[in-house]
């Protein structure tokens, strides 16, 4: 009888350190380690193709279209790009004429018939100088100073971790990255411009792997209330670009130059 009291006793202690230890794991060791910022960025680089097959790339053509399906307009879109921060982009159709922008490496500007020439300056000037630096993610350190994991979400079925990213002196962006493969599935942004603030979220599908590199040739874009579609038609890469691909359109230059004109003049010397 003793011994079977004892045993049950045993029995007792052990099914209660067996309690306390499922318990003690649940609260301390159970989960996962949350990921970091950091570990995220550098993971979806090495999904995209990683640093040694991007830095074979030293230009970019891609020929696409734009929509608004709302309106139903359909342009085309051709964008070049090259090693540091070259972009040059051109958006044209029967229905809207032609749009360009572009950037010099120093210079960021727009050219419409409905606009007319305009130099970007201030904040939007510095968005679109960072977004044209050619693979833009290899580099987020020096882009993006500020990184912090803001936990996980859903992008539809698939289960992402959230990334916010703030570069120096502008608004934070969060990116959307798949838990399976880290490929980003959106990106949120906000965008000077003209009118404003703008709210802008990015849906990135449709990855194709071109020279090692892993490209969505899909985009969703929702601003303003309005979607738009931009697809790719083709990608081609180190193509040999004009020496003059990315110079100033002479409309562009003119306002350049008389900016530093103005600007010479206001500092000029006064003779005594």
């Known amino acids: 009888m003793k011994n079977e009291t004892r045993r049950h006793l045993t029995n007792r202690l052990v099914l209660a350190g067996l309690l306390v230890g499922a318990s003690l794991a649940i609260s301390t060791g159970a989960t996962a380690a949350e990921p970091t910022a950091e570990a995220l960025l550098d993971a979806y680089v090495e999904a995209?193709?990683?640093?040694?097959?991007?830095?074979?790339?030293?230009?970019?053509?891609?020929?696409?279209?734009?929509?608004?399906p709302a309106q139903g307009i359909v342009m085309n879109l051709t964008l070049y790009s090259a090693r540091p921060n070259l972009n040059y982009t051109l958006i044209e159709s029967d229905m809207v004429g032609k749009i360009e922008k572009g950037t010099d490496g120093e210079v960021s500007w727009e050219m419409s018939a409905m606009m007319g020439a305009q130099v970007k300056e201030g904040q939007?000037?510095?968005?679109?100088?960072?977004?044209s630096t050619f693979d833009k993610w290899l580099h987020w350190r020096k882009l993006y100073p500020e990184v912090e994991y803001a936990g996980t979400d859903m992008v539809g079925e698939k289960p992402v971790h959230k990334v916010v990213i703030k570069p120096e002196g502008g608004e934070p962006q969060t990116l959307y990255l798949d838990q399976s493969?880290?490929?980003?599935?959106?990106?949120?942004?906000?965008?000077?411009?003209?009118?404003?603030?703008?709210?802008?979220?990015s849906y990135l599908?449709?990855?194709?792997?071109?020279?090692?590199?892993?490209?969505?040739?899909?985009?969703?874009?929702?601003?303003?209330?309005?979607k738009r579609l931009i697809t790719t038609d083709k990608i081609e890469h180190n193509v040999a670009l004009s020496a003059d691909r990315f110079a100033l359109p002479?409309?562009?230059?003119?306002?350049?130059?008389?900016?530093?004109?103005?600007?010479?003049?206001?500092?000029?010397?006064?003779?005594?």
Do not use: W
Not at 206 to 225: A, K, N, Q, T
Not at 252 to 270: C, F, H, L, N
């Open 48 to 68: 995209m193709g990683g640093k040694a097959a991007m830095e074979k790339i030293e230009t970019r053509v891609t020929h696409g279209k734009l929509e608004i």
């Open 124 to 131: 939007e000037r510095d968005d679109y100088l960072r977004d």
């Open 181 to 201: 493969s880290s490929l980003a599935l959106r990106i949120d942004i906000v965008a000077e411009s003209p009118m404003g603030v703008i709210p802008v979220a």
């Open 205 to 226: 599908k449709d990855y194709r792997e071109i020279d090692g590199i892993l490209i969505p040739y899909e985009m969703e874009v929702e601003v303003m209330g309005q």
């Open 250 to 272: 002479p409309e562009i230059r003119a306002i350049v130059d008389k900016g530093e004109g103005e600007a010479a003049a206001e500092v000029e010397p006064t003779s005594e």
